[in-house]
């Protein structure tokens, strides 16, 4: 210890030293907390420019892609304007003339893609029951099913762990109005199948709202429903779209698909089994062309009898048609390495009072 007489002597350290020192100590520690300070202000100022940024761009994409979805809208009522049926040959099904209409938005940056499609080339879920009652199979759509699951079945290398039949009855009961404990068949499932499964839940026993119900009915494998291995999948070939009402608040599907815009696997599973080979063909024959015009006219319901080799075959009435209501409209904009996707599901309809065509949306989903 120092002596009061050491501290202030030449040779020890004076009491005005130890007082200096804990002040440049106290002056390091302020300011070493002022920059920390500082640091986090900074961090959190630039964070929330950087959000607000990215809210803004996300805000324009979304705007860009409704945009495109309003353009695509305008495209569907003219064109229903002009005539009363559907095909791959008119402007909304070429993605050459939709990039035309988008293309008189004037955007500052950035671009929007858009593709029209039809729900009514697509087979309706829910007609495999016969609505409004909602008990009985429809015959031609059983059918329709029983080709269309042997020809996904054999897309896949290993099979899937399920049968035809098995999904086929199970979707019925599915969509039953009579959840009575008595399973379509031998194979069907109504919801004391489901309630034993974990997590649990039950049948619905009436139309399906969400194409993902399909997923949960017994004998549907995930591939089943997604596609496997480059084979098409249920999710990308099935519609819940298509209801219209009988009067009394009572509803039915009537289960016809647009045979001028049907995915090839559709037509595959429209035409009789040993003639779905021809499917291809169909396909190629609504688009031929010659010197940039479409050879084929397809706006008859008949018109796959002009296909060679498919003059003698016969697709039921209470199938197919020509025309359609139902389109799905994808938009994508891209803005600043950034994206941002609107789907919408519409059905273009008269509006009673007035007589405008107007697309009343059925579905929209934005990511």
């Keep these: 210890m120092y ?13 005005l030293d130890n007082r200096r020192g804990v002040a440049i100590l106290v002056a390091i520690g302020v300011v070493a907390v002022l920059l920390t300070a500082g640091l ?55 993605p050459e003339k939709v990039a035309e ?27 495999l029951v016969k609505f409004p009652e909602g008990q009985q199979f429809s015959a031609s759509q059983r059918f329709l099913w029983e080709r269309l699951l042997d020809q996904l079945f054999s897309a896949f290398e290993a099979a899937p762990d399920s049968d035809p039949n098995m999904i086929i009855n199970s979707l019925k009961d599915w969509l039953d109005s009579g959840d009575d404990d008595a399973i379509t068949g031998l194979s069907g499932a109504e919801s004391d199948y489901y309630e034993d499964l974990d997590p649990p839940y039950s049948s619905k026993n009436g139309p399906i709202d969400d194409l993902g119900e399909v997923a949960l009915i017994h004998g549907v494998t995930p591939e089943l429903f997604a596609g496997a291995g480059g084979a098409a999948g249920l999710s990308s070939l099935l519609t819940v779209q298509g209801m219209s009402a009988v009067g009394d608040g009572r509803f039915t599907f009537d289960g016809r698909i647009n045979i001028s815009t049907a995915d090839v696997a559709v037509l595959a599973a429209l035409l009789p089994s040993e003639n779905s080979d021809l499917a291809e063909a169909l396909a190629d024959f609504r688009v031929a062309k010659a010197d940039e015009t479409f050879t084929n006219p397809i706006t008859n319901a008949q018109w796959y009898k002009n296909v060679p080799g498919a003059g003698g075959i016969t697709i039921s009435p209470d199938l197919i048609t020509v025309s359609s209501d139902l389109f799905r409209i994808v938009a994508t904009a891209k803005r600043n390495e950034r994206t941002a996707t609107v789907t919408v599901v519409v059905q273009r309809e008269k509006e009673p009072v007035t007589g405008r065509w107007l697309c009343k949306t059925l579905i929209w989903q934005a990511e």
């Design 3 to 15: 002596t009061a007489k050491q501290l202030n002597s030449p040779n020890g350290p004076t009491v």
């Design 101 to 127: 209409m988008v293309g008189l938005i004037p955007f500052d940056e950035g671009s929007v893609d858009v593709r029209i499609t039809d729900e009514r080339g697509k087979i309706q879920v829910n007609a």
């Design 40 to 94: 986090a202000l900074n961090r959190r100022i630039r964070s929330s420019v950087t959000e607000a940024f990215l809210a803004r761009e996300q805000v324009v994409l979304s705007e860009m892609a409704v945009s495109g979805v309003h353009a695509a809208m305008v495209m569907l009522i003219n064109d229903r304007r002009e005539n009363d049926t559907d095909t791959l040959q008119e402007d909304w099904a070429n």
